[in-house]
C-alpha cells in the first residue's frame, strides 16, 4: 500500500513533522450485506494520487502541514480486539498531538479511535454522519459490531448523529432525538438552518466519523449497505466547514468505501472528502502552526 498523496516531498511525508496521520484499516469481518469494505483503504490511497493539492474553497494546502501515511492494521480476530490495536495506534498520533484519520474498513474501526481521542480530551463529543443509527448494544453476538459503533461511543462521548435514514424500533427506546438529525428533515431545510444546531450541540473537541453511506447512493453507490435519500456533497461539506469552525477537530475517520473497478469515481469521492476535511481543518490552524 502506497501514500496518501503519495507525489508530495519526502520531508512532508515524515511522521516526525507531519500533522496529518492516515491510518488504514482494512477491517471487514462484521458487514452483513455486500463485502469488500476491507479494499477500501488502499482504494482511496490510490485514488488520493489523481487528488489536486490545492483546495480551491479553502485556498489551503493541507499537504504544507505534512501527511503520513501508517502501515496498515491488519487484523482478522473479532471487532472487539481489533479496537484495542486501533486505539493504541490513534493514542500514539494524539500524544504527539498530531490528527489521526483512520480509513476504514466497516465501521467498527472507529470503536479504538473514538475511545483513544476521548481519553486524550474528556468533553469529547463524536460527531456521527451516516445512514444508519449504529446504536444496537449487540449485534451478532459482539458489542462491537459495526451497528455498535455509536453505542460505544455514548459511552465514553456525548453523541451527535446526522444524515440519519435507517435503524431497527429497538434502537429508538434509547434515542436523544434533539441529538439526532435525520435524513429527511434535513432535505426539507433548504436554509440549512439544521447545520448551526448541529454545531450548538458540540463541545470544543470533535471526533468526526464519517460512514460514506451517509451520502446518497446516487454519488455514493459502492459502500456495503447504501440506503436512499441520503446528503449531497455540498451539505456534507458545509457542515464539515462550519464545524471547524465551532470546534476543535482532534481526530476523524471516513469509513464504508466497498469499491467496486466499475465505480472509481467513489474511490476519488472518498479521497477528496479525506483532503478536504484535512484542507478545512488546516485553513482554520492558520499558516504559522
Not at 469552525?245 to 474511490?267: F, K, Q, S
Amino acid at each position: 500500500m502506497t501514500a496518501f498523496l503519495p507525489d508530495i516531498p519526502a520531508e512532508l511525508r515524515d511522521p516526525a513533522r507531519a500533522y496529518f496521520h492516515i491510518i488504514p484499516v482494512p477491517y471487514d469481518a462484521t458487514s452483513t450485506w455486500r463485502k469488500g469494505a476491507d479494499k477500501g483503504p488502499k482504494a482511496i490511497i490510490d485514488a488520493s494520487e489523481a487528488v489536486e493539492w490545492y483546495d480551491i474553497q479553502t485556498r489551503a494546502e493541507p499537504h504544507q502541514l505534512g501527511v503520513a501515511t501508517h502501515d496498515p492494521i491488519h487484523w482478522a480476530g473479532p471487532p472487539d480486539e481489533l479496537a484495542q490495536l486501533v486505539q493504541a495506534r490513534v493514542a500514539s498520533v494524539l500524544d504527539d498531538d498530531h490528527l489521526p484519520i483512520v480509513l476504514g474498513g466497516e465501521h467498527s474501526v472507529s470503536i479504538g479511535a473514538i475511545r483513544a481521542a476521548a481519553k486524550r480530551h474528556p468533553e469529547l463529543t463524536t460527531l456521527q454522519i451516516d445512514a444508519h443509527a449504529d446504536t444496537r448494544e449487540s449485534y451478532m453476538g459482539s458489542p462491537c459490531n459495526h451497528a455498535c459503533v455509536m453505542a460505544r461511543a455514548r459511552e465514553v462521548s456525548r453523541i451527535v448523529q446526522v444524515g440519519i435514514r435507517s435503524m431497527d424500533a429497538e434502537e429508538t427506546l434509547r434515542l436523544r432525538e434533539s441529538r439526532v438529525f435525520f435524513a429527511h428533515d434535513i432535505a426539507e431545510d433548504s436554509a440549512d438552518a439544521w447545520i448551526e444546531r448541529v454545531c450548538a450541540l458540540l463541545t470544543p473537541s470533535t471526533y468526526v466519523t464519517i460512514d460514506l453511506d451517509a451520502l446518497d447512493p446516487g454519488i455514493m453507490p459502492a459502500t456495503g449497505t447504501p440506503e436512499p435519500g441520503g446528503l449531497s456533497w455540498r451539505q456534507v461539506n458545509k457542515l464539515l466547514e462550519a464545524v471547524a469552525r465551532r470546534t476543535r477537530i482532534v481526530g476523524c475517520d471516513v469509513v464504508e468505501l466497498c469499491p467496486r473497478e466499475d465505480l472509481y469515481a467513489c474511490d476519488f469521492l472518498a479521497a477528496k472528502l479525506v483532503h478536504r476535511l484535512m484542507a478545512i481543518i488546516a485553513s482554520q490552524r492558520g499558516p504559522q502552526e
